[in-house]
T-cell receptor
Framework: DAKTTQPPSMDCAEGRAANLPCNHS???????VYWYRQIHSQGPQYIIH???NNETNEMASLIITEDRKSSTLILPHATLRDTAVYYC?????????FGTGTKLQVIP | NAGVTQTPKFQVLKTGQSMTLQCAQD?????MSWYRQDPGMGLRLIHY???????DQGEVPNGYNVSRSTTEDFPLRLLSAAPSQTSVYFC????????????????FGAGTRLSVL
């Protein structure tokens, strides 16, 4: 699986959009990008995934650059419940490693 | 449909004791894996399995054994517990571990919190 690089922490004001970046410059042409989040000590929860096109679901939007070397997870209106650690994963099959993710703090 | 079930939720062991952490899934997933998470750290892959009868090592396999005799179950064994194995253990499963194109969304259990004294 390709390696990913994420900032260790970010803050976001409640109600504003949270934009979480992820670099994955060694991604292969047919590897998906997945995003998960972990709230407090719970098990990680799947958010969204994509291959080439931008994706949106009820939780978030995923923007993948044209060269696929980076992506951004967007939480359009962050709430306090979105405070969590967000993990960007590439590949998602076989030996899946998570890294340390980005700790997002949503501030009232 | 219970998803991924881990037992026990909490466990305290003495150094040198052995135990098995149980993980079961009812989604007919081929891929299952075990992670450990130390305080303030990310998840580290211990062992994984791409199907019944097939297992392989992850990033931190030492001190742990696994086997996969059925699709549903993937137990993690600590043969001789050490204080360094104090951690939260998560089990996960996904649809397929062998296809690049498969949408391998992982589903996680609630975790087992293990303390080794």
């Amino acid at each position: 699986d390709a390696k990913t690089t994420q900032p260790p922490s970010m803050d976001c004001a409640e109600g504003r959009a949270a934009n979480l970046p992820c670099n994955h410059s060694t991604i292969s042409g047919n590897e998906y990008v997945y995003w998960y989040r972990q709230i407090h000590s719970q098990g990680p929860q799947y958010i969204i995934h994509g291959l080439k096109n931008n994706e949106t679901n009820e939780m978030a939007s995923l923007i993948i650059t044209e060269d696929r070397k980076s992506s951004t997870l967007i939480l359009p209106h962050a709430t306090l419940r979105d405070t969590a650690v967000y993990y960007c994963i590439v590949g998602g099959y076989q030996k899946v490693t998570f890294g340390t993710g980005t700790k997002l703090q949503v501030i009232p | 449909n219970a998803g991924v079930t881990q037992t026990p939720k909490f466990q305290v062991l003495k150094t040198g004791q052995s135990m098995t952490l149980q993980c079961a899934q009812d989604m007919n997933h081929e891929y299952m894996s075990w992670y450990r998470q130390d305080p303030g750290m990310g998840l580290r892959l211990i062992h994984y399995s791409v199907g019944a009868g097939i297992t392989d090592q992850g990033e931190v396999p030492n001190g742990y054994n696994v086997s996969r005799s059925t699709t549903e179950d993937f137990p993690l064994r600590l043969l001789s517990a050490a204080p360094s194995q104090t951690s939260v253990y998560f089990c996960a499963s996904s649809y397929s571990g062998t296809s690049l194109l498969a949408k391998n969304i992982q589903y996680f259990g609630a975790g087992t919190r293990l303390s080794v004294l």
